[in-house]
């Protein structure tokens, strides 16, 4: 079975802050795909990031950056110099192959309040 | 493109009503997906398609129905209406380029409230 745990329920940081979210995940699966999704206060969904489980190669988009680390199962978004608009629920998500592709396990999300 | 578009917005039943979820992509993409969003609870996957004509189950099925005529719809029917199927029901679509590289794309979501 799939799991992802996201430890922090909120998070709270004063704007320019770096923030980092965690996320850690249980697979059986040797082939799988991570995601990061934000939901703003207006209540879309909106999708950042697919991390291939054999691509332990960090990525970076701006402020945004993904430390995944596959010794520890974990796939930790953080976010530099932390703006009011990056206030959202965010959530890590995981999906295996074979038997489970296709199926997309989220997290229960973290909530981040970026205060000005 | 308008991307991925759901109706209703909200939408009040009475228990033991049913009623369909509707779901459109104009982006011609072949996986489609529905899930559900209850507090506390995160996203969880209700049904999903990977092509016109094939469906199946998420981790939460039960209670609901879909198919997948076209490529661009995939409903999501509640057949009697409980009020644990109070939520908000999100339908998603992805997209693979030539080079594997994958995104998402959400609808704005659906709010239903069954009393």
């Known amino acids: 079975a799939q799991k992802v745990t996201q430890a922090q329920t909120e998070i709270s940081v004063v704007e320019k802050e770096d923030v980092t979210l965690d996320c850690v995940y249980e697979t059986r699966d040797t082939t799988y795909y991570l995601f990061w999704y934000k939901q703003p206060p207006s209540g879309e969904l909106v999708f950042l990031i697919r991390?291939?489980?054999?691509?332990?190669q960090n990525e970076i988009s701006g402020r945004y950056s993904w430390n995944f680390q596959k010794s520890t199962s974990s796939f930790n978004f953080t976010i530099t110099a932390s703006q009011v608009v990056d206030s959202a629920v965010y959530f890590c998500a995981l999906r295996g192959s074979g038997g489970s592709n296709y199926k997309l396990t989220f997290g229960k999300g973290t909530l981040l309040t970026v205060n000005p | 493109n308008a991307g991925v578009t759901q109706t209703p917005k909200f939408q009040v039943l009475k228990t033991g009503q049913s009623m369909t979820l509707q779901c459109a992509q104009d982006m011609n993409h072949e996986y489609m997906s529905w899930y559900r969003q209850d507090p506390g609870m995160g996203l969880r996957l209700i049904h999903y398609?990977?092509?016109?004509?094939?469906?199946d189950q998420g981790e939460v099925p039960n209670g609901y129905n879909v198919s997948r005529s076209t490529t661009e719809d995939f409903p999501l029917r509640l057949l009697s209406a409980a009020p644990s199927q109070t939520s908000v029901y999100f339908c998603?679509?992805?997209?693979?380029?030539?080079?594997?590289?994958?995104?998402?794309?959400f609808g704005p979501g659906t709010r239903l409230l069954v009393l």
């Open positions: 398609s990977v092509g016109a004509g094939i469906t």
């Open positions: 998603a679509s992805s997209y693979w380029n030539g080079q594997g590289k994958e995104t998402q794309y």
């Open positions: 991390r291939n489980s054999f691509d332990e």
